[in-house]
């Protein structure tokens, strides 16, 4: 009887994905990390500070909100830095790699016919989640690193008029990390569970639009406040980030982010593949 | 111990069958073939043997283990060549390859890889995008041998291969089953079958309803008579004569031709009423056994072409 072992670990598929992304990963970093350069190249100045103050006044008080709301119309240069943590581009590339990777990998090699032939090797389904699960969360990671990166080097290149409070950026970009985990943890859900790459695609971006939209409008209009807590964009924009680690917080998003993507691997593990 | 064993094997997709109660099993060094019209279930077959689909009950052993469904325990030593290939079209046919052979912590299959292409008269540092539908046929058989697997699962491997690459192909199926390895041969090219699988099971809507040596199923098929007049403008009505399982295949002046089931005397002696010149018994293929699994009671065939909402 020969005994039964499980697979080594397949270091050669993690490998051979994180190439295909690449391309994509970097494009995304660049405009992220460019994008606080050219937020910060706009908030060093004086007159620009003033110029973008009094466009802001011009703009819908819905736009305003997205982009920060009376936290940046306080006029304080740390604030207005992060315009450029809270841009619907930046948000919109978030989304792009939050869906797209977990998505493109498991219903996409599903649809394309290569998960068959995948599967066809010594290589556990649990295995090939986990692969794409480390490139969904550690891509998130990573472009929010960038984002944070982009906030350290613009601050070393221009002078600011008052001091810029790098440890804010560094609380506020591991919420945001934690955050488009937990999205990606969603995503990834959707991965498992759907066959077809567009379902998966569609439910996926539809929660994270809809937690956005809803986070937005629930801030904008008095009367729908009490929504705030139904997206997870409250755990971080309601969290004390801005005087301390929001550690409970961090605690909860941290919960939910592992909850789903165990889930995901379940779902993911129990199914017929191809079905 | 038999290489692959089916026990029972049961796979519904929520209300609509796919197979059901199938048993068979392949011995090492053995080729089986497995044969049934579009949507019988021998898809449904290959993907519960390889664990990507959960058996609603049964089992299947592969290599003497039995296969749980996504642990791919046995597959370093499983070739698989799925009926609908299809690989990422980008990278050279090399690369895609060299990862899923990778995947198994193979690092011997460079050399066997080289010397397949060569044999198939493949370039593999062309993008798999580029080929053309034979030779994206190819890529998939060396995929399918280019570890040695001690197994080997072949849904359709000359589909799309012109006739002298077949016979590489078929070649390479029989050397492999005679170093030692149990073939699994699903199959619509029926000659091909015949010609090189000595067992075949063949499928009628996800039920076994035949299993037996190619030899065997040839005879428990119809039998063939073909029968010169001395009368040349003879035309002898054979439906008049209400023969028991007898039908006619041809008819010229001077010439019939009939297929008859059970034994030949009523045929003989309804003959012996003519003056004949010669009389020869034509061969029953195994397509026209195998089309007599399909045919209804009416004379058409049902389930060929057929899905009825079943997978393949």
Same mark, same amino acid.
């Given at each position: 009887?020969?005994?039964?072992?499980? *697979?080594?670990?397949?270091? =050669?598929?993690?490998?051979?994905?994180?190439?295909?992304?690449?391309?994509?990963?970097?494009?995304? @970093?660049?405009?992220? +990390?460019?994008? !606080?350069i050219a937020v910060a190249a706009i908030v060093h100045d004086n007159a620009n500070v003033k110029m973008f103050l009094t466009i802001?006044?011009?703009?819908?008080?819905?736009?305003?909100? $997205?982009?920060?709301?009376?936290?940046?119309?306080?006029g304080s240069l =740390?604030?207005l830095l992060?315009v450029g943590? !809270?841009?619907?581009?930046?948000?919109?590339?978030?989304?792009?790699?939050? /869906?797209? /990777?977990?998505?493109?990998?498991?219903?996409?090699?599903? !649809?394309?016919? =290569?998960?068959?032939?995948?599967?066809?090797?010594?290589?556990?389904?649990?295995?090939?989640?986990?692969?794409?699960?480390?490139?969904?969360?550690?891509?998130? +990671?990573?472009?929010?690193?960038?984002?944070?990166?982009? =906030?350290?080097?613009s601050v070393?290149i221009y002078t600011f008029s008052e001091?810029i409070?790098?440890?804010?950026?560094?609380?506020?970009? @591991?919420? $945001?990390?934690?955050?488009?985990?937990?999205?990606?943890?969603?995503?990834?859900?959707?991965?498992?569970? +759907?066959?077809?790459?567009?379902?998966?695609?569609?439910?996926?971006?539809?929660?994270?639009?809809?937690?956005?939209?809803?986070?937005?409008?629930?801030?904008?209009?008095? *009367?729908?406040? +009490?929504?705030?807590?139904?997206?997870?964009?409250?755990? /971080?924009?309601?969290?004390?980030?801005?005087?301390?680690?929001?550690?409970?917080?961090? @605690?909860?998003?941290?919960?939910?982010?592992? @909850?789903?993507?165990?889930?995901?691997?379940?779902?993911?593990?129990?199914?017929?593949?191809?079905? | 111990?038999?290489?692959?064993?089916?026990?029972?094997?049961? &796979?519904?997709?929520?209300?609509?069958?796919?197979?059901?109660?199938?048993?068979?099993?392949?011995?090492?060094?053995?080729?089986?073939?497995?044969?049934?019209?579009?949507?019988?279930?021998?898809?449904?077959?290959?993907?519960?043997?390889?664990?990507?689909?959960?058996?609603?009950?049964?089992?299947?052993?592969?290599?003497? %283990?039995?296969?749980?469904?996504?642990?791919?325990?046995?597959?370093?030593?499983?070739?698989?060549?799925?009926?609908?290939?299809?690989?990422?079209?980008?990278?050279?046919?090399?690369?895609?390859?060299?990862?899923?052979?990778?995947?198994?912590?193979?690092?011997?299959?460079?050399?066997?890889?080289?010397?397949?292409?060569?044999?198939?008269?493949?370039?593999?540092?062309?993008?798999?995008?580029?080929?053309?539908?034979?030779? #994206?046929?190819?890529?998939?058989?060396?995929?399918?041998?280019?570890?040695?697997?001690?197994?080997?699962?072949?849904?359709?491997?000359?589909?799309?291969?012109?006739?002298?690459?077949?016979?590489?192909?078929? &070649?390479?199926?029989?050397?492999?089953?005679?170093?030692?390895?149990?073939?699994?041969?699903?199959?619509?090219?029926?000659?091909?079958?015949?010609?090189?699988?000595?067992?075949?099971?063949?499928?009628?809507?996800?039920?076994?309803?035949?299993?037996?040596?190619?030899?065997?199923?040839? %005879?428990?098929?119809?039998?063939?008579? &073909?029968?010169?007049?001395?009368?040349?403008?003879?035309?002898?009505?054979?439906?008049?004569?209400?023969?028991?399982?007898?039908?006619?295949?041809?008819?010229?002046?001077?010439?019939?031709?009939?297929?008859?089931?059970?034994?030949?005397?009523?045929?003989?002696?309804?003959?012996? %009423?003519?003056?004949?010149? #010669?009389?020869?018994?034509? %061969?029953?293929?195994?397509?026209?056994?195998?089309?007599?699994?399909?045919?209804?009671?009416?004379?058409?065939?049902?389930?060929?072409?057929?899905?009825?909402?079943?997978?393949?």
């Amino acid at each position: 009887m020969i005994r039964s072992r499980r *697979p080594p670990f397949p270091t =050669t598929l993690l490998w051979f994905w994180f190439l295909r992304i690449l391309p994509a990963w970097l494009g995304m @970093a660049a405009v992220i +990390f460019l994008m !606080q350069i050219a937020v910060a190249a706009i908030v060093h100045d004086n007159a620009n500070v003033k110029m973008f103050l009094t466009i802001l006044k011009h703009l819908p008080s819905i736009v305003r909100t $997205a982009i920060g709301g009376d936290l940046v119309e306080s006029g304080s240069l =740390t604030a207005l830095l992060t315009v450029g943590y !809270q841009h619907p581009l930046v948000m919109f590339l978030y989304m792009l790699y939050a /869906v797209g /990777v977990p998505v493109g990998l498991l219903p996409g090699e599903t !649809q394309r016919g =290569t998960m068959e032939l995948i599967l066809s090797r010594p290589i556990t389904r649990t295995q090939v989640y986990v692969c794409a699960a480390i490139l969904s969360l550690a891509g998130m +990671f990573g472009l929010i690193s960038m984002m944070f990166l982009g =906030t350290f080097a613009s601050v070393h290149i221009y002078t600011f008029s008052e001091p810029i409070d790098l440890s804010l950026f560094l609380r506020l970009s @591991a919420c $945001a990390a934690l955050l488009a985990g937990a999205f990606g943890s969603f995503a990834l859900v959707c991965a498992a569970s +759907f066959e077809r790459l567009y379902s998966a695609a569609g439910v996926a971006a539809g929660f994270l639009t809809l937690n956005y939209f809803i986070a937005i409008v629930a801030e904008w209009w008095p *009367p729908l406040h +009490f929504l705030r807590k139904a997206t997870l964009f409250y755990l /971080v924009y309601y969290s004390n980030l801005w005087y301390a680690w929001p550690l409970e917080n961090m @605690a909860w998003l941290g919960a939910i982010l592992v @909850a789903l993507a165990i889930l995901g691997g379940i779902i993911w593990r129990c199914r017929d593949l191809p079905s | 111990m038999a290489a692959v064993e089916i026990r029972s094997l049961t &796979k519904w997709y929520g209300r609509s069958r796919g197979i059901e109660d199938i048993s068979f099993a392949i011995e090492s060094g053995e080729i089986f073939g497995y044969l049934g019209p579009n949507g019988a279930g021998k898809t449904t077959t290959i993907r519960c043997i390889l664990g990507l689909l959960r058996p609603s009950d049964g089992e299947v052993r592969v290599l003497g %283990q039995r296969v749980k469904a996504g642990r791919g325990t046995m597959h370093a030593r499983i070739g698989y060549l799925p009926g609908e290939f299809r690989i990422w079209g980008r990278p050279r046919a090399e690369r895609s390859l060299s990862v899923l052979a990778a995947l198994g912590g193979d690092c011997g299959a460079a050399a066997r890889r080289r010397a397949l292409a060569e044999r198939l008269e493949l370039d593999l540092r062309r993008p798999v995008g580029d080929l053309s539908k034979g030779n #994206r046929q190819k890529v998939a058989v060396i995929l399918a041998f280019q570890h040695q697997p001690d197994v080997l699962i072949l849904d359709e491997p000359t589909a799309g291969l012109d006739p002298l690459m077949r016979d590489v192909v078929l &070649k390479l199926i029989q050397e492999t089953a005679a170093a030692g390895a149990a073939v699994l041969l699903s199959s619509h090219d029926l000659d091909e079958v015949s010609a090189i699988c000595g067992r075949a099971a063949i499928l009628r809507e996800g039920r076994l309803v035949e299993l037996a040596p190619i030899s065997q199923i040839v %005879q428990q098929g119809e039998q063939r008579l &073909k029968v010169w007049f001395a009368d040349p403008t003879l035309r002898p009505d054979a439906a008049v004569a209400r023969l028991p399982g007898v039908r006619v295949v041809e008819q010229e002046p001077g010439v019939l031709h009939l297929a008859y089931q059970g034994p030949a005397a009523p045929v003989l002696r309804w003959l012996s %009423q003519f003056a004949v010149d #010669r009389v020869t018994t034509p %061969q029953t293929s195994l397509q026209e056994a195998f089309l007599q699994y399909y045919q209804e009671p009416s004379g058409s065939t049902c389930g060929i072409g057929d899905s009825r909402g079943l997978r393949a």
